[in-house]
């Protein structure tokens, strides 16, 4: 016994085995391995067909890959999700995890904890778990091993661990105890046990560790980065806030729920709270991933990233979201655009105006990766482009706007879109605009166009497979906002049977788009557009959070019109605001204007000084608070289907096969909700 004990102590001392709760799993990695010359690239053991297990009787090591999204530096979140996902579908998952939270998201303490801060800079180092890391190069790997199967009583297991660096020693001990090691990247690990039990014959077990590190990115427009879903939802309160419409006048005055905290004058009349009444309102805002682009933790492309790595355990994935709010392929992927919003903390502002192009941003962290790790390639792209460059928001404006004095006002400064310029755009620009993005990632995916997988847009206003039939509900948080039934038909066959095709035939090389030639074709998925036909933005069901089924009113009005009532309580229902919840299931998988507003009441602080009203009640702001944070975008949940049908496609380019963990409960929504009802 002194013998075995003295040889586990040399071990440790010796070699980078961390036993759990020990203070070994906190060393910092070694330098970064140099790969002779003379030898072959890399290899990695293939995620189709497993390393076989050399074992005695039932007995046999498993191993996976510890906090194995990168993106998180502690543990814990991961195991939240591994938790939430285990045997469900990324959209049951998201279900359990709204109800559990409350309704106020799993996301909202888990995006302070990442690799990439909130202005979007990749930490370096990322100290994760107490290990401080290469974010885009790692060294390696935190790996847990144990032995399974019929394990004998009292068995002592020696271990012993050989990555071709060094002598291997072994550790001893109890088998029923799993062992942590750090595994070098781009290496196999020779994994070996001896088990011993009484006066039995030692049993040997061996098997080989190679952890595949996936580098995965995240590119395009407001559907990519999760916009109306911020991290952490804004806080409501109670009371009302004024604002002013275009009429002007007592007339022209309108309260809907204000800032929870807020300290400065919640009335229109006499509200000048000095210069900096703007920034303690915005102190109080939402807060996002990232909120220059409203990157969001709940975007599909993260959900893919995660779920990947939550299903997969022996590889590690190294995600990178650079999709932005507002993007279009010219102003967005290749050049820089103007931020969404400002960075606000306690203490500072940071209002950086442009954000850099997502392109630039992605082959600048390629080649810093590649500086590190030679043999770094980017694996996979995911990509949803296209709504913007046919001015998708415009055509959203003309359904919702619509009282005459707001439709000449915007009509003058080109808010409004119409059908037929966006179908011009859609026919002559966009397929130039699409071949010049698919020449610039071609050589970013090795020369294959197929590792870039495009997620095609959901149709936002159907409902039982019809369309929306129009009106105020949903769209009443601003009194000039109707959804016209005849401008919204239009506009959804538009989407659907002109766009959305087209983006089809884009990504495909089909329809009549030419292509250069051989590898041109991307992993097109657009499996989710038939789900997303019964949960448009008008979809109500039985099962809707209870304020929602309360106070946002099927007639359009859902908030006190006496302004003097307003101030105390803008709610019709006489339920307090705060009682929203932006994360519980719903019916509906599109934010309205509703939606929009009280989860996100986005002031766009990033635009230039000068256009900026002087002024927080002023009618700019009104109208844009309702709609800057996410109207006409998916929920959570919205993601979460996305995410369900981008999986397949996204392991089927990465060669994972299927996962060891199969899907087999189905997501929440068809028990918990009968066919919605339109409203």
Not at 29 to 39: H, M
Not at 222 to 235: M, Q
Not at 281 to 294: D, E, V
Not at 301 to 317: D, F, K
Request: charged share 20%; proline share 7%.
């Amino acid at each position: 016994m002194i013998q075995r004990c003295a040889t586990a102590l040399l071990f440790l001392l010796a070699f980078p085995i961390a036993i759990p709760g020990s203070a070994f799993a906190q060393q910092p990695p070694a330098p970064i391995p140099q790969v002779p010359a003379q030898q072959s690239p890399l290899q990695f053991p293939s995620a189709q067909q497993p390393q076989p297990l050399v074992n005695s009787g039932d007995l046999q090591i498993s191993w996976e890959v510890r906090n194995r999204f990168r993106l998180f530096r502690e543990e814990r979140d991961f195991l939240l999700q591994t938790e939430a996902l285990r045997g469900h579908s990324v959209l049951a998952s998201e279900q359990a995890l709204e109800i559990q939270s409350d309704g106020r998201g799993w996301a909202r303490n888990t995006f302070r904890r990442l690799c990439i801060d909130l202005a979007g800079r990749v930490n370096k180092p990322c100290t994760r778990d107490g290990v401080k890391e290469d974010y885009l190069a790692p060294v390696d790997h935190p790996v847990t091993v144990r032995l399974s199967g019929t394990i004998p009583v009292g068995a002592t297991c020696a271990w012993s661990f050989d990555d071709g660096e060094g002598q291997p020693r072994a550790p001893i001990l109890d088998c029923n105890e799993p062992i942590n090691f750090r595994a070098r990247y781009g290496r196999t690990t020779v994994v070996t046990v001896d088990v011993s039990s009484g006066t039995d014959a030692p049993q040997r077990v061996t098997t080989e560790v190679g952890v595949r590190d996936i580098l995965v990115a995240g590119l395009g427009d407001s559907i990519a980065s999760g916009e109306g879903n911020p991290d952490l939802a804004v806080a409501l309160s109670d009371e009302g806030f004024c604002f002013r419409s275009y009429l002007g006048g007592l007339s022209g005055q309108y309260f809907r729920p204000s800032r929870a905290n807020f300290k400065g004058t919640r009335a229109c009349e006499g509200s000048s709270d000095g210069p900096n009444a703007l920034q303690t309102w915005q102190r109080l805002s939402a807060q996002w991933l990232n909120a220059a682009c409203h990157r969001s933790l709940y975007s599909y492309q993260t959900r893919v990233a995660l779920a990947l790595a939550v299903r997969h355990p022996h590889i590690a994935v190294t995600y990178l979201p650079l999709a932005c709010s507002g993007a279009t392929i010219d102003e967005g992927l290749f050049e820089s655009m103007p931020a969404r919003e400002c960075l606000v903390t306690k203490k500072t502002m940071n209002c950086q105006g442009t954000v850099n192009a997502q392109l630039a941003e992605l082959r600048e962290a390629l080649a810093a990766a590649k500086k590190r790790l030679p043999s770094r390639e980017l694996d996979l792209v995911l990509l949803s482009v296209g709504a913007n460059d046919i001015d998708f928001s415009g055509l959203v404006a003309d359904v919702i706007v619509d009282q005459s004095t707001e439709r000449a006002i915007f009509q003058r400064s080109g808010v409004l879109g119409s059908v037929e310029t966006s179908r011009a755009t859609l026919k002559r620009d966009l397929p130039q605009r699409f071949r010049r993005l698919r020449q610039a990632l071609k050589p970013m995916v090795g020369g294959d166009l197929s590792h870039v997988v495009f997620v095609s847009y959901g149709n936002p206003a159907l409902a039982n497979g019809a369309p929306c039939p129009g009106g105020r509900a949903g769209f009443d948080v601003h009194p000039s906002f109707n959804a016209d039934p005849r401008r919204l038909a239009s506009t959804i066959g538009f989407v659907e049977n002109e766009f959305l095709p087209q983006m089809k035939n884009l990504a495909l090389c089909t329809g009549g788009i030419i292509c250069d030639g051989r590898g041109d074709t991307m992993t097109f998925v657009d499996s989710h557009q038939a789900a997303f036909a019964n949960h448009g933005f008008c979809a109500r069901g039985p099962n809707d959070p209870a304020f929602d089924q309360q106070c946002f009113l099927a007639n359009g009005h859902s908030f006190t019109e006496d302004i003097v009532a307003a101030a105390n309580n803008p709610m019709a229902c006489g339920q307090p605001a705060s009682k929203f919840r932006a994360y519980l299931p719903r019916a509906r998988w599109i934010r309205d204007a509703n939606d929009s507003y009280f989860a996100a009441m986005t002031y766009p602080l990033a635009a230039k000084t000068s256009s900026q009203p002087s002024d927080i009640h002023d009618a700019t702001w009104g109208v844009l608070s309702a709609v800057y944070g996410g109207a006409i975008h998916p929920t959570a949940e919205g993601h979460a289907a996305m995410a369900d049908a981008a999986l397949p496609a996204a392991a089927a380019v990465l060669g994972l096969g299927r996962p060891e963990a199969e899907v087999v409960s189905e997501p929440l929504a068809p028990a918990a909700f009968p066919p919605p009802q339109l409203r």
